[in-house]
């Protein structure tokens, strides 16, 4: 590995982004808490929030419209607390680990209101090139993506 790609695993695994989600009623269940489910929508917003914040050329709306979609892999989740409609979440992404052909991602959902753990999200995301239906290699994309 050269050290411009060095250079771009680098400031991937050094970034680190926070964003704040509001429980919407749709994401409560019954018991009016969040559904397990939705915890899942929640770190896919962080997943976007750090990618958009990592300054570059593209946002994750442009690459989709590029033919580039970031899938999911594998996901594992430890569930701790519990958020209720009207709640505020707040995501707390970074990077664990940069892969030939995926990238995993580390996501900590904290209730804001009492700064409560309420799960850990460990990701493992690819980058599919959407007109050749190939994975792509994580250097590749990642050129194309932060530069």
Do not use: P, W
């Amino acid at each position: 590995m050269n050290k411009a790609e060095l250079a771009l695993k680098q400031k991937l695994l050094d970034a680190k982004d926070t964003t704040r989600v509001k429980v919407r009623f749709n994401d409560t269940d019954a018991m009016g808490v969040v559904h397990f489910k939705n915890y899942m929508v929640y770190f896919d917003d962080g997943f976007v929030s750090f990618m958009n914040s990592l300054k570059n050329n593209h946002t994750i709306e442009e690459m989709i419209h590029d033919g580039i979609a970031c899938g999911v892999k594998h996901v594992n989740i430890t569930y701790e607390g519990s958020a209720k409609f009207g709640d505020y979440v707040i995501v707390k992404t970074s990077v664990k680990k940069i892969g030939i052909t995926s990238i995993t991602f580390n996501h900590e959902l904290f209730k804001e209101s009492d700064d409560s753990l309420l799960a850990k999200v460990e990701a493992v995301r690819f980058a599919l090139d959407l007109n050749s239906n190939q994975l792509m290699n994580m250097i590749t994309f990642l050129e194309y993506f932060l530069k």
